[in-house]
């Protein structure tokens, strides 16, 4: 990867969060991985598994909300996010892009979005999955790791 991709989702990042957006990272699990890890190392950014802070957080007796969410994250700079599948919970009742752009609200922050986009669509597991998710991008901006040849 070259310094061009980690400028231009740490740019991305901070661009969503001045909209109220999230950044979002899509394309193959290797590429999502290994951008956020880069990135992490280059700009000193810790990469956190959102799956086990939400954890954390609920075996702590918490409810799983961006307000608590961002109350448990590391610093206070851009936010690097892995492992979201939680937030697909059907008993959790969360729209993980909506909970990703309201902790945006705060903090620049960029996740490896674990489903597909397509034609402006961010979908998650299959229509028979009750983890499925389907909805448009407009609380997004997208960085689209499959259109790069550097990621």
């Excluded at 959102?50 to 954890?55: E, K, P, Q, T």
């Excluded at 961006?66 to 059907?90: Q, V």
């Excluded at 229509?127 to 389907?134: I, N, S, Y």
Aim: hydrophobic share 40%; charged share 20%.
């Amino acid at each position: 990867m070259t310094g061009n991709l980690t400028f231009e989702i740490m740019t991305a990042s901070a661009t969503a969060c001045a909209a109220g957006k999230c950044c979002l990272l899509v394309g193959e699990c290797d590429r999502r991985d290994h951008a956020l890890h880069t990135v992490s190392a280059s700009e000193g950014c810790e990469v956190t598994n959102v799956s086990r802070l939400l954890a954390d957080i609920m075996l702590a007796g918490g409810t799983p909300t961006p307000r608590a969410f961002s109350n448990a994250l590391p610093g206070d700079g851009t936010t690097l996010l892995s492992h979201i599948e939680l937030l697909f919970l059907p008993s959790l009742q969360l729209d993980p892009v909506d909970f990703l752009a309201r902790l945006a609200r705060t903090r620049p922050v960029c996740a490896s979005w674990p489903g597909t986009y397509a034609s402006g669509r961010l979908r998650y597991a299959g229509a028979e999955h009750p983890e499925c998710f389907d909805s448009d991008d407009q609380k997004a901006i997208i960085v689209d790791l499959n259109q790069r040849k550097d990621a």
